[in-house]
């Protein structure tokens, strides 16, 4: 599934600890790669690296909350010694979901911070090494949130726009340099944290999919940038990209309403 040799010795998981993360730390160590899982809970962070220390390869952990003003200089230091190969920054997540204009500014500018600030800085310190060995990956998590504006979550879906967008031209700048980049984009997917959500997962028609379907797959489509739509979502990507926008737009924060369980 995955060569270690270009993508190898070492991969780098922000998010780490569970769900889509804890995936893909699975079937990487699995395929022989040396990881490095970062994730803010120290709890499940070690349950999940002492899983996959099973299939024989070496693990550090880093217990770290990404929107630490050091949070850069805690994983330099870390990874200081290592040659990272393959980045997976799975740690984007709405900390602060509220209508925007009644809203905390600094509870929207940790979303931010998390979704895009971390981002760019992981990306610019290991492409950076990427480019210059002339091999390498980096899988930027996505979600169908990003192509459609959403109350009560607008800095989010907009952070994850940003992310695509940033993706596409990542992955044309380092394409080249033999360095993979994609976005995987996520529908509905069941997850610890979604599920602590109170996400309502059976509602008839709905597209669910397996965290650890969804590390697979974008484990596969690696090579298949810049954007990879998973778990079925194609339609709904396409669809969401459409016009008229007012329409759409109301129509998916109803269908959001329906699935959260609010009026």
């Known amino acids: ?20 993360g804890a995936g893909f730390a699975d079937l990487l160590a699995k395929a022989g790669l ?7 809970k120290p709890g499940p962070l070690e349950e999940t690296a002492d899983k996959v220390r099973a299939h024989g390869v070496e693990v550090r952990t880093l217990s770290l909350d990404l929107l630490a003003d050091d949070a850069m200089d805690q994983i330099r230091t870390a990874t200081a010694d290592i040659e990272v190969g393959l980045l997976i ?9 509220h209508e925007f204009v009644s ?21 610019h310190h290991f ?3 990427m480019k210059e060995r002339g091999r390498g990956g980096i899988i930027l998590l996505g979600s169908l949130a990003g192509f459609m504006g ?17 993706a596409e031209g990542l992955w044309l700048e380092l394409q080249e ?32 999919q397996e965290a650890e379907d969804a590390a697979r797959e974008g484990l596969e489509h690696l090579t298949d940038g810049p954007v990879w739509i998973a778990g079925g979502n194609y339609d709904a990507a396409v669809k969401r990209s459409g016009f008229p926008r ?5 129509a998916a924060s109803d269908a959001v309403k329906k699935m959260m369980g609010r009026k």
Do not use: C
């Open 127 to 129: 492409g950076a090494a």
């Open 89 to 97: 920054f799975n740690a984007g997540a709405n900390t602060y979901g």
């Open 150 to 166: 959403s109350e009560h979550q607008s800095i989010y879906a907009a952070s994850k726009a940003f992310s695509r967008i940033f």
């Open 103 to 123: 809203g905390d500014l600094d509870g929207f500018g940790g979303v931010i911070t998390l979704n895009i600030t971390r981002q760019l800085e992981l990306a």
């Open 1 to 20: 599934m995955i060569d270690s040799n270009k993508y190898g010795p070492w991969a780098v998981i922000a998010g780490g600890s569970e769900g889509v």
């Open 34 to 40: 040396n990881l490095v899982l970062i994730a803010r």
């Open 177 to 208: 340099f033999g360095v993979d980049v994609v976005e995987l984009i996520l529908g509905v997917t069941r997850t610890p944290a979604m599920v602590r959500a109170g996400l309502n997962f059976d509602i008839p028609g709905m597209i669910v």
């Open 246 to 250: 007012a329409k759409m737009v109301k």
